[in-house]
T-cell receptor, first 116, second 114 residues
């Protein structure tokens, strides 16, 4: 039962162009969404998050969009840089009821490669 | 302020042995989460602990796995009688006093069962 799905295992982008990573979810109780970046042999590093009361959140080159009706979120990276090459995970939590204790449900990850 | 520390980084065990994975949260963080990442998959929640209390262990296998977060010292994830299917990367994350906020992850322990 994959409640958070990242259907693209990999994405290749030219330096300076936009990278768009997508994520779909099925659990309507999710109300907080996060993107993590992960390098090999390291733990995930928090990038950006969005609450379900918003539809967009921006932080520098990173913007996350949330479409609640479609149960879809995306991460835009503009402009993409070679140092952005990593695995990107989207994650979700359901805390409105106060019973999930912040545990995160992760997608399978998308490998982003940014070519110079 | 040191980040989340995990040790060992790599652990090799033979089938039937015990594995102990340690996690020291960031200073001031009292919430610890353990996740497991199997090959080619995303991270999956295992257990959530506060000091001396297991709050949510809904992701833990029913047998052979246990976790603790004592008053003093690191959090421990213990796997008894390991099997090959336990081979995975185990990540610990900590968060400050409010659960649900962003979690800070350690570098992980890669367990290999021969």
């Amino acid at each position: 039962d994959q409640q958070v799905k990242q259907n693209s295992p990999s994405l290749s982008v030219q330096e300076g162009r936009i990278s768009i990573l997508n994520c779909d979810y099925t659990n309507s109780m999710f109300d907080y969404f996060l993107w993590y970046k992960k390098y090999p042999a390291e733990g995930p590093t928090f990038l950006i998050s969005i609450s379900s009361i918003k539809d967009k959140n921006e932080d520098g080159r990173f913007t996350v969009f949330l479409n609640k009706s479609a149960k879809h979120l995306s991460l835009h990276i503009v402009p993409s840089q070679p140092g952005d090459s990593a695995v990107y995970f989207c994650a979700a939590s359901a805390d409105a009821g106060g019973t999930s204790y912040g545990k995160l449900t992760f997608g399978q990850g998308t490998i982003l490669t940014v070519h110079p | 302020n040191a980040g989340v520390m995990q040790n060992p980084r790599h652990l090799v065990r033979r089938r039937g042995q015990e594995a102990r994975l340690r996690c020291s949260p960031m200073k001031g963080h009292s919430h610890v989460y353990w996740y497991r990442q199997l090959p080619e998959e995303g991270l999956k929640f295992m257990v959530y602990l506060q000091k001396e209390n297991i709050i949510d262990e809904s992701g833990m296998p029913k047998e052979r796995f246990s976790a603790e977060f004592p008053k003093e010292g690191p959090s421990i994830l213990r796997i008894q009688q390991v099997v090959r299917g336990d081979s995975a990367a185990y990540f610990c994350a900590s968060s400050p006093t409010s659960p649900g906020t962003e979690q800070f992850f350690g570098p992980g322990t890669r367990l290999t069962v021969l």
